[in-house]
């Protein structure tokens, strides 16, 4: 069984993931970092050859290659459920778990800090950008989700332990 964590960039789903494999013994992958291991060279470059499209066409390829019937817990990427096909695919593998804050607070973590590089991601879109393609997400991540957990605010053991719970009594319900 997997547990998916779907959400915005910098919602925590990477954070939560590791710490939810830390308390419960499954895998986490990132599926950021699986794509660009079997692509062997960085996200951003392979957004700059192959386009958003081209991303997602690898990281339908990687999720699809996962096993079926292992125990993972799978942070997604901010846009994974933009290709057809990948909620469907999520919610056939287990639960899928949204990872929710308010603009302000993933703007605040977005926002690159004084002397830092910023993420390719705000650099391509600005903050307006980033603004309008999270309006645009939240219904994607809404209809797909099983759960919803708050990320604005809880450290990510609290909200480990509270994922795990509302994942057990989902699965113990008939």
């Not at 013994?25 to 794509?35: F, I, M, N, P, S």
């Amino acid at each position: 069984m997997w547990i998916s964590l779907i959400g915005f960039n910098a919602s925590g789903k990477t954070t939560l993931a590791r710490e939810f494999a830390r308390i419960s013994g499954w895998r986490a992958v990132d599926l950021d970092r699986e794509v660009q291991r079997a692509a062997g060279r960085p996200v951003a470059e392979i957004f700059a050859a192959e386009g958003p499209d081209g991303f997602r066409e690898r990281e339908a390829a990687v999720l699809a290659a996962l096993p079926a019937d292992d125990w993972l817990v799978v942070a997604t990427g901010g846009g994974s459920l933009e290709r057809p096909g990948t909620a469907a695919l999520l919610s056939a593998r287990g639960i899928v778990a949204w990872l929710d804050a308010p603009w302000p607070v993933l703007r605040g973590r977005l926002e690159p800090p004084p002397n830092a590089a910023p993420r390719p991601v705000w650099t391509h879109l600005g903050e307006a950008g980033l603004a309008a393609l999270y309006v645009r997400r939240r219904p994607q991540y809404a209809a797909t989700a099983r759960l919803r957990l708050d990320s604005a605010r809880p450290e990510a053991p609290t909200l480990a332990r509270r994922l795990l719970g509302r994942a057990l009594q989902i699965e113990a319900a008939p």
